[in-house]
């Protein structure tokens, strides 16, 4: 399992790579589809496969409360229980501390959740989050951290990596008495302090992991701040293991983001702003229940082939979506991975060929957008 750098672009920082895990090779940049609790929401496996998707994302907080360790082990383990054959990254619940801040304790040695489903205490540590992972079979583990919101005292920040550093530390040292052939990757923070990126980046480096995240942007702070820490943050990272920066994924801010260096990528938007109407295009931006494609017989892009404009038209799609029919939720989400996929792999082809920065600026202006 390694990671390989093919190519810089010349003109960027962008970069081509290939990831290996035990469940195959993954090209970077990539996009990962984000199946919290083991689906892709509306997508089967198969369409998944089909549409190019290499590696997906779960999530070990949500699976730990259903359906619990035992069921997946008696399963065989993640990949078998969910039906999904190639690589999966899980992540640690290190996102619940920030997005379930109201039913969560954190502690030195770890963190108490009230259960967002049934009220009952549980209580994740650095040791037993890894331990989880490796039940559920996780090809790439994230460790347990805290992902602080925005916007945050520096004095808070800094206690906060003290601990973050500490649990990175203890899950390294439980992932190498699993002896797995799972990847650990560590995750560094530090708000909007970059002295703090720095310093994080640089104790989460001497650790060693087998790639290295950037974690706590996109909590809130603006579009040109996380630019700027991602920028920043990433000149601490070796060159030789992949980077991920978690919890972006606007088609927009990837580009940028591999521009500025970064190789994997995760967000709920084109699945949850598909089963919103949002559509996204080489065009711009479609929302599909909008009155003026009542008429509109044009597929949503005319540009893509992927199977839903292949046969779907606009108007159909809005009468889907302004008669409640699931159909709907599940045809933009579909074109939206689709899409997403066919951006990344775009973008890798134009770093091969050295004209990242042509093909970002063109494309950022194109989607830009509304149709």
Not at 27 to 34: G, Q, R, S, Y
Not at 234 to 256: A, F, V
């Amino acid at each position: 399992m390694s990671f390989k750098l093919l190519h810089k672009d010349k003109k960027t920082k962008a970069r081509i790579g290939i990831l290996t895990t035990s469940r195959g090779k993954v090209n970077t940049p990539i996009f990962m589809p984000v199946g919290t609790q083991a689906t892709v929401k509306t997508l089967s496996q198969e369409e998944l496969e089909k549409l190019g998707s290499e590696i997906i994302l779960s999530n070990a907080y949500h699976l730990y409360l259903r359906p619990g360790a035992e069921v997946i082990k008696n399963a065989g383990g993640l990949h078998k229980f969910m039906g999904w054959n190639k690589p999966i990254l899980t992540d640690s619940g290190g996102f619940q501390v920030f997005s379930l801040a109201r039913l969560r304790k954190i502690k030195k040695d770890g963190v108490e959740f009230q259960s967002h489903i049934d009220g009952k205490k549980i209580f994740l540590t650095p040791e037993n989050v890894v331990e989880f992972q490796g039940i559920l079979g996780s090809d790439i583990m994230m460790p347990l951290d805290e992902c602080v919101p925005y916007p945050e005292s520096r004095d808070y920040v800094e206690q906060s990596l003290l601990i973050t550093h500490d649990w990175a530390a203890k899950s390294k040292a439980v992932h190498k008495k699993l002896n797995t052939k799972s990847l650990l990757f560590g995750i560094v923070q530090g708000s909007t302090y970059l002295d703090l990126r720095k310093r994080s980046a640089e104790e989460i480096v001497s650790i060693g992991f087998d790639g290295y995240a950037i974690g706590g942007v996109a909590v809130g702070e603006p579009q040109s701040v996380m630019e700027e820490i991602t920028m920043h943050t990433q000149k601490y990272l070796p060159e030789d293991k992949p980077r991920y920066l978690m919890g972006i994924g606007t088609p927009i801010s990837m580009l940028e983001a591999i521009g500025n260096g970064m190789d994997m990528f995760d967000c709920v938007v084109p699945t949850r702003n598909g089963r919103n109407g949002q559509a996204f295009t080489w065009s711009g931006e479609v929302q599909i229940r909008n009155s003026k494609f009542k008429n509109d017989f044009n597929p949503i892009d005319e540009k893509c082939n992927c199977p839903v404009c292949l046969k779907y038209s606009r108007s159909y799609i809005r009468h889907l979506f302004n008669t409640d029919e699931l159909l709907g939720l599940r045809l933009v989400s579909l074109h939206n991975i689709y899409f997403y996929v066919k951006l990344i792999a775009c973008s890798r082809l134009a770093i091969k060929n050295n004209r990242f920065s042509e093909f970002k600026t063109k494309t950022i202006g194109q989607i830009s957008q509304r149709v």
